[in-house]
């Protein structure tokens, strides 16, 4: 009897700087795809279809009209039926991720450190909406 394919976890680790959580996202059933750019991101989206996405909110003051490149690929995952989003940012920046929260309000964010059990508590509840 063939096994059903496991999810796929889309992981972005553009800078990093925190644990590896691929183990983790492993132990709560994900088939991990680890991409090191949004822009390589957006190109994976175009071929699968992850039912989770993690990334970092990494803020960029240089952009006109957006906080970050996070933008371009949560308005792509928004073409995905019940993906759950977790990004995580720095502290100081929330008020920047507020902004991003607001356009885009099914992510849930995580401020560093992050704490492993929340975040598998939240892989397993799976997608908002």
């Known amino acids: 009897?063939?096994?059903?394919?496991?999810?796929?976890?889309?992981?972005?680790?553009?800078?990093g700087g925190y644990p590896n959580f691929t183990p983790l996202y492993e132990q709560a059933g994900y088939q991990v795809t680890i991409e090191r750019s949004v822009r390589k991101a957006l190109a994976f989206l175009k071929k699968?279809?992850?039912?989770?996405i993690v990334a970092e909110f990494n803020f960029q003051s240089d952009f006109r009209d957006r906080?970050?490149?996070?933008e371009?690929?949560?308005?792509?995952?928004?073409?995905?039926?019940?993906?759950?989003?977790i990004v995580f940012y720095e502290q100081e920046h929330a008020h920047q991720l507020a902004k991003l929260q607001a356009r885009f309000?099914?992510?849930?964010?995580?401020?560093?450190?992050?704490e492993s059990g929340r975040l598998a508590a939240s892989l397993a509840r799976g997608a908002v909406g």
């Open 67 to 70: 906080t970050s490149s996070l």
């Open 48 to 52: 699968a279809a992850p039912a989770a």
């Open 105 to 114: 309000p099914e992510i849930e964010a995580m401020a560093y450190p992050i």
């Open 1 to 15: 009897m063939p096994t059903a394919p496991r999810a796929i976890l889309l992981s972005i680790v553009e800078l």
């Open 72 to 85: 371009s690929l949560l308005a792509a995952a928004q073409r995905l039926a019940a993906v759950k989003v």
